[in-house]
T-cell receptor
Framework: EDQVTQSPEALRLQEGESSSLNCSYTVSGLRGLFWYRQDPGKGPEFLFTLYSAGEEKEKERLKATLTKKESFLHITAPKPEDSATYLCAVQGFNQAGTALIFGKGTTLSVSS | DSGVTQTPKHLITATGQRVTLRCSPRSGDLSVYWYQQSLDQGLQFLIQYYNGEERAKGNILERFSAQQFPDLHSELNLSSLELGDSALYFC???????????FGPGTRLTVL
């Protein structure tokens, strides 16, 4: 069964204190791994798609990387506006349809 | 703003009732997905439509049904509602089958 586990569940950082969020996955044939940001009571906002091990993508203070078993979301010099829940999801080749299987997320709090 | 619209934003109803949630995908997107988000379960896939046809089912109860209309908007029907159906319901859309999905703002359903 395809599965996604995110750690830590919650992370508190000071402004400017860089860190990484982890997403471990098991999937029978990875079609894609997706990162989303979700603010309380809002819909998830798309950040990145990664397709193969070794791939990296960057956007402002965020950088996503992918290996065969996990993905990392690196946050460099975070600001309070980066506070949100970050969701990781996978899409597999061997599943019916192309739905996303989500982890439970990491809730990031950045204080000034 | 993702371009995906959902109505209503909030819905409060009683146990045993039936409700309909509506979703309009981004212009040009053919695939529509419905997800349920509760505090303990995270984001769970319910059902997918592609260009009017049902593509895949996830953890969707028999009391729930959905359809995608010729203009590509979709409706999710929830009947015989129970307290445990209280959750955020999100619609997402994508251009094709394996592309990134863009989420709407969600409908918050409260069953009393």
């Amino acid at each position: 069964e395809d599965q996604v586990t995110q750690s830590p569940e919650a992370l508190r950082l000071q402004e400017g204190e860089s860190s990484s969020l982890n997403c471990s996955y098991t999937v029978s044939g990875l079609r894609g791994l997706f990162w989303y940001r979700q603010d309380p009571g809002k819909g998830p906002e798309f950040l990145f798609t990664l397709y193969s091990a070794g791939e990296e993508k960057e956007k402002e203070r965020l950088k996503a990387t992918l290996t065969k078993k996990e993905s990392f979301l690196h946050i460099t010099a975070p600001k309070p506006e980066d506070s949100a829940t970050y969701l990781c999801a996978v899409q597999g080749f061997n599943q019916a349809g192309t739905a996303l299987i989500f982890g439970k997320g990491t809730t990031l709090s950045v204080s000034s | 703003d993702s371009g995906v619209t959902q109505t209503p934003k909030h819905l409060i109803t009683a146990t045993g009732q039936r409700v309909t949630l509506r979703c309009s995908p981004r212009s040009g997107d053919l695939s529509v997905y419905w997800y349920q988000q509760s505090l303990d379960q995270g984001l769970q896939f319910l059902i997918q439509y592609y260009n009017g046809e049902e593509r895949a089912k996830g953890n969707i109860l028999e009391r729930f049904s959905a359809q995608q209309f010729p203009d590509l908007h979709s409706e999710l029907n929830l009947s015989s509602l129970e307290l445990g159906d209280s959750a955020l319901y999100f619609c997402a859309s994508s251009i094709g089958l394996a592309n990134e999905q863009f989420f709407g703002p969600g409908t918050r359903l409260t069953v009393l």
